[in-house]
């Protein structure tokens, strides 16, 4: 169990910038989730996987967000023409079943990315 | 709409004096409730599972207990190292079963 891999640490960009993120699952689960974080708050759920089939996005997740889970290991986070108020941290969880109670989930280190 | 929060948001305390930390729930029925601590620049990890009032679980100083409106993470004796940030989340039965709703979490400074 290597645990949860984003990449990267930390992205700074320009305001209208295209940024993209990386995250590597725990192997044997099956299911992938994106959070963001702000300053002083709790994660808040944005989307999540099973497999490679994406099955529930959260309404803060607007029209420049794009996630992917091509073959249904890795996934990716594309923000497109990023905003000052998409400064947060990107987080990636993973479990196995819907069920966190037999299947916590477990969380990646965080992207934090930073628009100017 | 499920509602975490948590009390208080920050917590000082000196080492060796015990304490505890508040999360209040509203949710249609709850499937299970989850403490996570996390520190600075990482991500939540995971602590506890609890799954009906009355429920309590330990991992070394830290005692989590669950009524039917709320849960407290007791912390008895702690060091310098368990300072960071306490969150707490629920997971519903009905709905939104897929995901987790955590609170704003209570960030706990331990002082030597």
């Known amino acids: 169990d290597t645990g949860v891999s984003q990449d990267p640490r930390h992205k700074i960009t320009k305001r209208g910038q295209n940024v993209t993120f990386r995250c590597d699952p725990i192997s044997e689960h099956n299911r992938l989730y994106w959070y963001r974080q702000t300053l002083g708050q709790g994660p808040e759920f944005l989307t999540y996987f099973q497999n490679e089939a994406q099955l529930e996005k959260s309404r803060l997740l607007s029209d420049r967000f794009s996630a992917e889970r091509p073959k249904g290991s890795f996934s990716t986070l594309e923000i497109q023409r990023t905003e000052q108020g998409d400064s947060a941290m990107y987080l990636c969880a993973s479990s196995f079943g819907t069920d966190f109670t037999n299947s916590p989930l477990h969380f990646g280190n965080g992207t934090r990315l930073t628009v100017t | 709409e499920d509602q975490v929060t948590q009390s208080p948001e920050a917590l000082r305390l000196q080492e060796g004096e015990s304490s505890s930390l508040n999360c209040s729930y509203t949710v249609s029925g709850l499937r299970g409730l989850f403490w996570y601590r996390q520190d600075p620049g990482k991500g939540p990890e995971f602590l506890f599972t609890l799954y009906s009032a009355g429920e309590e679980k330990e991992k070394e100083r830290l005692k989590a207990t669950l009524t039917k409106k709320e849960s407290f993470l007791h912390i008895t004796a702690p060091k310098p190292e368990d300072s960071a940030t306490y969150l707490c989340?629920?997971?519903?039965?009905?709905?939104?079963?897929?995901?987790?709703?955590f609170g704003s979490g209570t960030q706990l400074t331990v002082l030597p």
């Open positions: 989340a629920v997971q519903a039965i009905s709905g939104s079963a897929r995901q987790l709703t």
